[in-house]
């Protein structure tokens, strides 16, 4: 969408296929025959628009101020994902004894019953 703003030059190919089936009945010394056609045409069409050789800066400010802010946002992500990664890997090796051997499950063998 930001990329549309740009006024850059735009490429387009439309390519359209169109086949026709005929078919001629003959009859020839008693003889009923059939005759059938087949044609195919394929047809490309390639458009390329541009309003002018080079984009705008004002729009080319605008789109690098647009990237600049998702990089930060990107950031930010990234490192609440890392910072929540490592209080769940903190407590599972604060806890790896506990996780290992739950309570109940010890070597003793006296239990409560």
């Given at each position: ?27 020839a ?43 930060a ?41």
């Open positions: 969408e930001a990329l549309d703003k740009l006024g850059l030059p735009k490429a387009s190919l439309t390519e359209t296929s169109v086949e026709v089936t005929s078919s001629d009945k003959k009859k010394a008693g003889v009923a025959s059939t005759e059938e056609a087949t044609k195919t045409s394929t047809t490309k069409e390639s458009k390329t628009s541009s309003s002018s050789p080079f984009p705008d800066p004002a729009r080319v400010q605008q789109l690098n101020s647009i990237q600049v802010q998702n990089y946002l990107m950031k930010e992500a990234f490192n609440a994902v890392m910072t929540g990664l490592m209080t769940v890997l903190d407590n599972m090796e604060k806890n790896s004894e506990k996780l290992e051997t739950p309570k109940g499950m010890g070597s003793s063998g006296m239990g409560m019953y």
